[in-house]
Structures are given as C-alpha cells and as structure tokens.
C-alpha cells in the first residue's frame, strides 16, 4: 500500500470526523482522494449522510416502543 | 492568473463540498484566505487528474493561487473557463484500455490478483469514478509488480491524459 493511502476500513472508522468537519486537512485530503475512485465508500458516505439527516427529523414519539427497546439494548452492550 | 483544472459532477457540482459553480466566466469566491481542505478553491494540475476523475473536466481560471503539492492547486477565488469537452466516456473508455495495456504482466499472485482487479472494473468505465477506479488499480498492480510503481504509473496515466485531452501539463503563476 503506498503510504498516502487509507483502506475503506480507515474510512469508515473516521467518517463521523469527516462529517463534523474535525479530521485534520491531511487526513481530509486522503480521505477525498480514497472517495474519488472507490464508490462503494462514496455510496457509504451517502447513506451516513441521509441516516443522520433523516433520524434528525425523529421525535420520541415517533419511535416504536419494540425498537426504541432493542435500541437501547444494543447500546447498553456497546457501553460494556 | 492560472489556469489549472477542476473536475465537478453533473451540473458544475463540486464533488465534495456539493456547491454549484456558476456559470463559466462568474468568480466563485473560496469564502477566506485559503487553507488545503479548509477554504478556499481547490482544484488541479494536470498531473493529478487521474486520482480525481469525475463526469466533468473544466479548465478554471484561479486568482491569487499556491501549489500546496500533490498537484493541487489553491486559490481565493476561481471561474470556470470552459468545460474539456474531450473528457467524455468515450475518452474513458480509451484510457481503461490504455491502462489495461499498461498492466504488469504475468507476476507474483498479488500482481495477477491487482491486474484482474483492474481488468474487472475496466469493463464498468464511464467518465468519472469507475474510470478513477481503473486507474487506481492499475497503479496498485504497478506497485506490486515493482517499488514507485505507484507514482510511475500515476505519471504515465496523467501524461496520457494530458496528452489526449491536449491540457497544459504545467500551470505557471
């Protein structure tokens, strides 16, 4: 692997970076250089933006009680 | 002034921040002092069009500019000039042949392994990123085949480019 180079794994790893605009610029740059020629983390970036945008727009209430459970179940095992 | 090139997606959008240029002969301000991947206008060399490919290819016409390095070229402000309106599919459709032409041949397994990656994606190519992507794996299967085959590919598919897109390969402040 050439040294200036992040793998799809480091890009999924530092996409929320990417997206508050916190990654410093050289890792921004390897960050848009890797999108330019692999669309399947372009089609990746795309879905994070549209999850954030559209889980944005949900309230409390508009969540299922059966999968705001299971929500929080997963994230309580992640906490451990 | 320099000229330097900015490849956009359809409708003059930048590929990245999502904006719209104007139309040709507008200035489109970089919004501060500019900054690599922060601010300011970003566009290319003609020695790194091959690691940025999108559908469009414009020439653009920078004010105030400094070449940070990679080919990247930075500006406070920037116009387009004209689109290169011989980037189209079927110039990728060439350039796809001319990197499968270009591939190592025979070599150790990761090499074969990165000349079928590349032979692969080559039959996808459209102007833009499938074609970015063909030429990414052809210099990955470079690199296998030899150190700096990385970088000596990247060359050799931007001199090609340059070539056939007949662009100006230096841009002089």
Known sequence: M?????????????????????????????????????????????????????????????LDPIARDSMLAVLRGFAR | MTIAYKFLRPGRMAPFTGARWPPAGEWLDGGGSPALCR??????EAVALPKWMTEELWRVELDDSTHPGGGI????????????????????????????????????????TRA??????AATVIAGT???????????????????????????????LASRLELERSTPG
Not at chain 2, 39 to 44: E, R
Not at chain 2, 116 to 121: R, S
């Open chain 2, 73 to 112: 070229v930075l500006a406070r402000r920037g116009r387009l000039v004209e689109r290169v309106a011989g980037w189209s599919d079927e110039t990728a459709h060439a350039y796809a042949e001319d990197c499968l032409h270009h591939l190592p041949r025979g070599g150790c397994e990761v090499v074969r």
């Open chain 2, 130 to 160: 499938a074609a970015a992507e063909v030429g990414y794996c052809a210099a990955k299967a470079a690199e296998a085949d030899a150190p700096g085959g990385y970088e000596r590919e990247r060359i050799r598919q931007a001199i090609w």
């Open chain 1, 2 to 62: 050439s040294e200036r180079e992040i793998t799809c794994q480091e890009l999924v790893e530092l996409v929320t970076e990417y997206l508050d605009d916190s990654l410093p610029p050289d890792r921004r740059l390897l960050f848009e250089e890797h999108l330019a020629f692999c669309s399947a983390c372009g089609t990746y970036l795309e879905q994070m933006r549209l999850t954030i945008r559209l889980t944005g727009t949900l309230r409390e209430d508009d």
């Open chain 2, 116 to 121: 079928a990656d590349t032979v692969a994606v």
């Open chain 2, 39 to 44: 601010c300011g206008i970003h566009a290319l």
